[in-house]
C-alpha cells in the first residue's frame, strides 16, 4: 500500500480537513503514515493567519525537498496558504506537484490520481458557496478508540475584522445541515466517542436551519454524547439564547473561548471588531452568572496599527478585570490584502521593539492568571475524561477536566472513561496528579497492557 504523511499547521479547522484527507486517501488504497521518510506522498495543509506561520511552511517544504530528489516523492499542497496563492505557489516552488485550496479536500483522490496518471502540475482552487459545497462526512472507523473528536458544523467567516486573512483563505460563511451533524455525532459515539468539540472560524454564527444554541442542545440529546464543546465563536454573536444553554445544558462544558483582541474601543473600531469593550464585559458577565466558575480564554492582539501606550494599558485593565483562564496573544502581522495592512502606515506602525515589550509584559501577567486558576486546584478532585497516555511520560495518563484544564495522572483508567482525579501540583498550562482510589505502589493491572492498550490509540 503506498503511504502518505500529512503535515499540518494552524487550527483545528485544519486539523479536521486533514483527517479528512486521510479518510478520503484511505478510500482510493492510501494508508496515512506519520514519518515523511516512509512517505510516498506528501501533504502541507497549511496555514496563513500571520507571516510567521507561511515562513513555518516554506521552511518545511524545503525540509521536504531531498525526499523528491531521492525518491521521487509527489509534494502537494493545501490549507490557507494554498488557497492564497493558487497557482502562483507552483511557479514560486517548482518542486510542489499540486495545490488545492481547503474546498477541494473532498476531491483529494482525484487530484493526486490526475497528478500521478497525467504527469502534470496542479492548481484547485475554486471556492464552492452554499449551493455547490458539500461537507465531506468523517468516517468514525478512524475514530475507533478515542475519547473525543471534532465535528465540522461550519465554514468560513462572512466578517471583515481588517487585520484577517480569513475570509480570502476560507470564503463565505456555508452551515453544514442540521441533520448531517447529527449523524456524524451519532456515528462517533457508536466507535466510543465521547466528547464532540462543533467547530467553525465563526461557530457561532451558524445557521444550518436552527440556531447555534438549538444544535448544541441537539447534540446534548444525542445518547452517549457526554461533553459538548465548540470553537472558534464571534463576541457580537454571543446571543443570550446561547447563554441560556450555559445554565439549561449540563452537556455543554463550561469553557467559553471568546477573542476580544483588544481591551481599547479605539482599536477595536480600526479592527472592525463590531463591539466594544463594555459590550463584551456584559456578555461576559452574564455568561459568568449563567455558569459559574466557566472558564473563560480569548485571543488578543498587541501592536496592531495606530495602538498607543494608553490602548495598550486598556488590554492590561481588560485581562485584570476577566483574569482570564489561559489567553493567546499575538504580535499583529500585515497580511495581504486586508484593510488594516492597507491602512497601517494611515494609522500608525507600532516599532517592533514596542510590540514586542508590550507582548512581553501582557504574557507575563497572562500566565499568572492561568497559574491562580491552576494552583487552586492543588488538593481538589478534578473530574477528568482520558484520552490518552500523557505525552511526556506514556506511563502516565492524559485527559481534560470540564474547563478544559489540561490534567497528567497516575491511574488506570482508559481511554474513554471519566474518573476523578486528586490535583497535587500545577503549572500555568498543566495539572498534575493521581487517579481517585488509585495505589502507585502497586504493579499496575496485567503488568504493562495498559500502557501497550493506550500508546496504540495516541
Ligand atoms: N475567528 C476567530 C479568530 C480566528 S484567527 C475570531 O474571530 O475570533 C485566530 C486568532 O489569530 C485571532 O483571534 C487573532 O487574535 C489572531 N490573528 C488573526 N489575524 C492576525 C494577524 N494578522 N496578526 C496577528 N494575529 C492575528
Ligand atoms: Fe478573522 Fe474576524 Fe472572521 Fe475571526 S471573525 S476569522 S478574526 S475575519
Ligand atoms: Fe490558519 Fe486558515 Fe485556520 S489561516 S488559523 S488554517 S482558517
Known amino acids: 500500500m503506498r503511504k502518505v504523511f500529512i503535515h499540518t499547521f494552524g487550527c483545528q479547522m485544519n486539523e479536521a480537513d486533514s483527517a479528512r484527507m486521510v479518510e478520503a486517501l484511505a478510500r482510493a488504497g492510501w494508508a496515512a503514515t506519520s514519518t515523511a521518510e516512509e512517505a510516498d506522498l506528501v501533504i502541507l495543509n497549511t496555514c496563513a493567519i500571520r507571516e510567521k506561520s507561511e515562513q513555518k511552511i516554506l521552511s518545511a517544504l524545503g525540509r521536504y525537498r531531498p525526499l523528491k530528489l531521492e525518491r521521487g516523492v509527489r509534494i502537494g499542497v493545501g490549507g490557507c496558504v ?73 465554514k468560513g467567516c462572512n466578517n471583515v475584522c481588517s487585520f484577517c486573512i480569513v475570509p480570502y483563505t476560507r470564503g463565505r460563511e456555508v452551515s453544514r445541515p442540521v441533520d448531517e451533524i447529527l449523524d456524524e455525532v451519532r456515528r462517533l459515539v457508536d466507535v466510543g466517542v465521547r466528547e464532540i468539540t462543533l467547530i467553525g472560524q465563526n461557530v457561532n454564527s451558524y ?110 485593565d481588560l485581562v485584570e478585570r476577566v483574569r482570564y483562564e489561559n489567553a493567546y496573544s499575538f504580535i499583529y502581522s500585515p497580511r495581504p490584502r486586508t484593510a488594516a495592512a492597507r491602512h497601517m502606515h494611515e494609522w500608525g506602525v507600532v516599532p517592533r521593539e514596542t510590540a514586542v515589550a508590550r507582548l512581553v509584559r501582557l504574557q507575563a501577567r497572562l500566565r499568572e492568571h492561568s497559574l491562580e486558576y491552576y494552583a487552586s486546584c492543588i488538593g481538589t478532585q478534578v473530574e477528568v475524561l482520558v484520552e490518552g497516555p500523557s505525552r511526556y511520560d506514556p506511563s502516565r495518563r492524559f485527559g481534560r477536566t470540564p474547563e478544559n484544564r489540561v490534567v497528567n495522572f497516575d491511574g488506570d483508567a482508559e481511554v474513554g472513561e471519566t474518573v476523578m482525579v486528586l490535583v497535587e501540583e500545577a503549572t500555568p498550562n498543566s495539572l498534575s496528579g493521581v487517579q481517585v482510589g488509585y495505589d502507585r505502589h502497586r504493579p499496575a493491572r496485567g503488568g504493562d497492557s495498559n500502557r501497550v492498550r493506550l500508546a496504540v490509540v495516541a
Open 207 to 316: 445557521a444550518g436551519g436552527v440556531s447555534f444554541a438549538e444544535l448544541l442542545r441537539r447534540v446534548a440529546s444525542v445518547a452517549g454524547v457526554q461533553r459538548i464543546r465548540f470553537t472558534t465563536s464571534h463576541p457580537h454573536d454571543l446571543s443570550d439564547e446561547l447563554i441560556a444553554v450555559f445554565a439549561e445544558e449540563p452537556k455543554v462544558m463550561p469553557h467559553f473561548h471568546l477573542p476580544v483582541q483588544s481591551g481599547s474601543d479605539a482599536v477595536l473600531v480600526r479592527m472592525r471588531r463590531s463591539y466594544t469593550v463594555d459590550w463584551y464585559l456584559d456578555r461576559l458577565e452574564k455568561l459568568r452568572a449563567a455558569r459559574p466558575g466557566i472558564a473563560i480564554t480569548t485571543d488578543i492582539i498587541v501592536g496592531f496599527p495606530g495602538e498607543t501606550d494608553e490602548d495598550f494599558q486598556k488590554t492590561l
Open 82 to 154: 494554498a488557497q492564497q496563492e493558487k497557482a502562483r505557489l507552483l511557479k514560486k516552488v517548482p518542486y510542489v506537484d499540486f495545490v488545492f485550496g481547503p474546498d477541494q479536500v473532498g476531491r483529494l483522490p482525484e487530484i493526486v490520481r490526475r497528478v500521478e496518471e497525467e504527469n502534470v502540475r496542479l492548481a484547485e482552487t475554486e471556492w464552492l458557496d452554499s449551493s455547490t459545497y458539500v461537507f465531506p462526512q468523517a468516517d468514525p472507523e478512524f475514530a475507533r478508540g478515542r475519547a473525543t473528536a471534532f465535528v465540522t458544523a461550519m
